[in-house]
């Protein structure tokens, strides 16, 4: 396709886009972060759709899906944001506020001490979880049953929890 067919066109589409934008926000800011977005994102199938006559619909769903992305990821964010802001309220913290960065650090020692008195495989079966690994991968990794794993894992955390109630 021609740049300057293609340039037209989008002219073109720009302000249709915009118009179809209002329906998801008045926000002219966002409106604009729509349409840019949208284009942008049509532009990787420019051959594809650009000569097809529904392509305004087409451009439509795009900016539809964009706008509900956007939405769940600023509601996610919100909520933990709200949580956040939550949990340090119901500890008597008032704006602004930070962490304690020394009682965290303090505590992490004495969980890092505590896992080393472990034998070392339930040590290192506990730090790969804590990494993100899955118990069926821990279960593959030491060739024991995914319910053993978890089992272990739990008595861990159980133990560490006993040992420092202080830091719940």
Known sequence: MENKVLNLQLIEYRSVLKSLAYKFTNDPEDIQDLVQETLLRALKYVDQFFHN????????????N???NNYRNRKHRYLYEHNTASSYQDLGCREPFTENTVENNLALKD???A???????????FDYHVEGYKYKELAQHYGIPEGTIKSRIFLIRKSLQKQFPQYR
């Open 66 to 68: 964009i706008y509900i």
């Open 115 to 125: 896992l080393t008195k472990l034998p070392k495989e339930y040590k290192e079966m």
């Open 53 to 64: 006559p529904r392509v305004v619909s087409w451009l439509f769903v795009i900016m539809k």
């Open 111 to 113: 969980v890092q001490k």
